[in-house]
RNA sequence: GGGCUCGUAGCUCAGUUGGUUUAGAGCGCACGCCUGAUAAGCGUGAGGUCGGAAGUUCGAAUCUUCCCGGGCCCA
């Protein structure tokens, strides 16, 4: 290089800005939130917008358990874009944090750590280890959170283990037991065998077992046998007539009461010989093709008789295959009828146990059976059953079962048979269902006041709800309809006790008053208290017992509430409390809360405050892997949140969780997560070509007016007033993913490639203070203030770096977090120039691919040594005149263009330029050479250089 | 097995109430250029027939049915 050369690079105006191209987010990001942190920026944001209107995004609580994992990502930066918007826009926007610390998932971990020694150990004692153990993780999660650069009040987040908010819980469910819709049945219940405890819905994870598959016959006892000859199902001589039923639990048969079949379906009489003995068995006409097989009969072996519907069996009775008498006190041992008979599996008449099956116990019900339930906590047989089972594992029994029933001869055919099946999530062992006493709200029944049931104001209220995605509706109305009572007890030790007392005659003390005062009482004390404190001391010296009841013989039941109950109470404990308006605007969680939280908040208030906690649940769907399955540590395809964010940093998550589309499954790998940083550099060149260029830039003094402007630079601001539009519009309505294609073909084609492309060579090579020059620095500062603010809630750091790089704001404020949103300019009518611009633009690409063509056979090597002649119609050369040719020169970065007017379609002719280069600015001139003092550049150049030096 | 839901170029997304002759964009990729945004920048180009099949229609990625493959929730 020639010091000439060197001498002009020096003449221009190169940019400059301490915003460097590479931006080290995870060295970099850390000090930044230290600063936020030091001066409390989120306090600042809080009083910058007190008295403005409220907009609430209440937290749903995550498990305080274990690291942070993609989920938690995605949700939490969600939370925080809306949140961050909503300030943006003018909103007082609080978020506060919260945790969910109960439950059986923490109180396992610690008691399998604690080993033999738990069983030592008071209630008080383990749950005291269980609060160290959430604390614990609380931190760590709040930690991972704040280094997302979610902003939020973590110094007083709302914990479910806080006496207030169990206080709170529990004057929430003071309104319930005052309404009459809590109550205690006796109901057979998922139970885990492993935790010896109840299980929630939300605590069952389905899996693949193989399971036995019996078909068993039930003798008919000989009272109904004649009562099936008159029906034609048995003949003159038979004596061995069954019932024959199937099932895939033959530990239940000892808890068998009746037997189920269709009222309308068809049955029908099967013989066939079994063991050299004449056998009848009755199975529903739809299964006899299987039961057949099932049965290994081949044609000739076996005849069927007429069929006659189910409806006539009722009544009929039946001896049980192994046990002698009815352990029940009430009737038991016959033939029922259920519509929820199917003919998809078994032999149409259904093993009924009311004290084990959902379905089972309806019919139960419905026939006044007992809730028989022979076994117990740890899931062995109690004393009522045959002694040969007595003791027995009922998840280990099925076999022997099986082989009693062999001997006997009862047994037609045993498979084996694979199918999903629930089991608890903490033991990983099948559940089991058994009949248990336990506290349930009732949905069904109707409360006094507003004459309507739970699920009837839950399935009234949702209409009333925004839901984002629209089908979210459709999803929980599904549930609501279908959804049992709700079982709120468990029998473990790391919860809040549910405050029932019971005296010495079994008499249960549960009031409205009564609960009020544990909450008082627990308020104060926390939790913990129940469990040592007397009642005396929990209900108050002045609370006056209902009659029956003496503070003597009064003692505590030590039942715990479902951790869904307390998380489902927030939007009291917290949002109420907090004094915000209730429905809150938003509640935010993945799709699977429809059944989880969102449904169990819902029923709480609806029964307290007759109305739905949120006016608009928005959800978002699961992370799977690159292939579309999901995700999972023994699959392999596991993503840890923990490395992405060390590896990439916070804001390279936050962009790729803006750039999904989250209402679908995620797909997510660290593949993918990495290509975002493609992006992000894209972006971060873009705001740094803008700072680089604005640093000799002050828009009060050298701002140009709109109107005075160079038509290529109204287009950038005409440009931007169409992103501000269209981004507003997306944020708007949560689709953020819409927000960062925006944002990313914005910096990529309109900045990118095509205006800061262009604006190069005035920029540098025009004088500084030039109004070429200040003209396009006043769209680039507008650009640049813009895309910062519209940037800030997805790239929490990246826009407070560069807002600290600006020189000028459209704010005076210390963080872009304070600033406001950007709006459109009215004054502006940025569509105006549409049409012109699509057919400038249209040139412009005809003439790169001439140029292209140049550049191939190395004719030209850059734009600039070329000079274009465009051969167009008058109405195109017209147009290009109106632009201007010196501006379509700029266009397309060449140095000549010219105009040959022609009927015919427009053809561009590309070639090498004959001018001279100019040393300076590198294009091709005549006026090169015609400066006596600068010889080697152009006409422009040597008076933009002399003009500099004087 | 049931409810809800998804399946457009390698990736991330657009494709309005079915209809502007070759289904769009950006990225990535290939090739080329520049070296005054430089671990940057510019240009050109090649990639999908819309998960599959059948149907409705003059006409379907867009409606219907079935099938295949995912996801969430449940049984």
Known sequence: MSDKKKGYRDTLNLPKTSFSMKANLVQNEPPMRKEWAKQDIYAKIREAGAGSPLYVLHDGPPYANGDIHMGTVINKVLKDFVVRYKTMTGFDAPFVPGWDCHGLPIESKVVTELGEKAREMSKPEIRKLCHKYASKYIRIQSKQFQQLGIFGDFANPYLTFKPQYEAGILEVFAELVGKGLVRKQLKPIHWSVGCETALAEAELEYKDIESPSIYVNFPVAAESVGKLKELGLAEDGDTNVHFMIWTTTPWTLAANLAIAVHPVLEYVSLRYNKDGKKVVSIVGTDRLEAVVAAAGLKEGEYRTGKPIRGQHLEGLRYVHPYIEKNPTDKDAYMVVCAQYVTTEDG??????????????????????????????????????????????????????????????????????LMHSYPHCWRSKIPVIFRATEQWFVSVDKEMPEVGKSLRDMALQSVKDVQWIPAWGQKRIEGMLESRPDWCISRQ???GLPIPVFVNGKGQTLLTKESVLAVSRHIGRKGSDSWFTDSPKEILGDDFSLPEGFTFN????????????????????????????????????????????????????????????????????????????????????NYVNAQEEV????????????????????????????????????????????????????????????????????????????????????????????????????????????IYMDILKDRLYCDGAPSMSRRSCQTAMQRILDTLVRILAPILVHTAEEAWSAMKFKSQDLDSVHLAEMPRVDDSIDYKAEDQKWDKIMSLRDEVLRGLEGLRQDKTIASNQEATV??????????????????????????????????????????????????????????????????????????????????
Not at 690 to 712: H, Q, R, T
Request: proline share 3%.
């Open 553 to 636: 013989d009064l003692k505590k039941e030590e039942n715990i509430f479902d951790v869904w109950f307390e998380s489902g109470c927030s939007w009291y404990s917290v949002a109420q409390k907090a004094g915000w308006p209730v429905p809150v605007d938003l509640y935010l969680e993945g799709s699977d809360q429809h059944r989880g939280w969102f449904q169990l908040s819902l029923l709480p208030a609806l029964g307290v405050a007759g109305k739905a906690p949120f006016k608009a649940v928005l959800t978002h769907g699961f992370t799977v892997d690159e292939k579309g399955i999901k995700q999972s540590k023994s699959l392999g």
């Open 646 to 753: 060390g590896r990439y940093g916070a804001d390279i998550l936050r962009l790729w969780v803006a750039s999904v589309n989250y209402q679908e499954d995620i797909r997510c790998n660290d593949e993918l997560i990495g290509r975002t940083q493609d992006a992000y550099r894209k972006i971060r060149n873009t705001l740094r070509f803008l700072l680089g260029n604005l640093y000799d830039f002050d828009p009060a003094k050298d701002g140009v007016a709109y109107s005075d402007m160079f038509e290529i630079d109204r287009w950038a601001v005409q440009q931007l007033q169409k992103l501000i539009v269209q981004t507003g519009d997306a944020y708007e309505n949560f689709v953020f993913h819409r927000v960062f294609s925006l944002i990313y073909n914005f910096s990529t084609v309109q900045m990118s490639n």
């Open 347 to 416: 032999t149409g008449l259904v093993h009924t146990a009311p004290g084990h099956g959902v379905e089972d116990y309806m019919t139960g019900q419905q026939y006044d059976l007992a809730i028989y339930s022979p076994v117990g906590d740890d899931g062995c047989y109690d004393e009522t059953v045959p002694e040969w089972l007595r003791g027995k594992k009922v998840l280990e029994v099925d076999q022997e079962i099986i082989d009693h029933l062999e001997t006997k001869g009862w047994l037609v055919k045993q498979e084996k």
């Open 869 to 950: 002649t465009i051969r167009c119609a008058e109405e195109t050369a017209k147009l290009l005149e109106g632009f201007g040719l010196e501006q379509f020169v700029a266009l397309c970065i060449v140095s000549e263009v010219k105009l040959e007017k022609d009927a015919g379609e427009t053809v561009v002719i590309a070639e090498k330029s004959t001018h001279q280069k100019c040393q300076r600015c590198w294009n091709y001139s005549p006026t090169v050479g015609a400066d006596g003092e600068h010889p080697d550049i152009c006409a422009r150049c040597a008076e933009t250089v002399r003009q500099s030096s004087q």
């Open 492 to 494: 473990r030790s790391w």
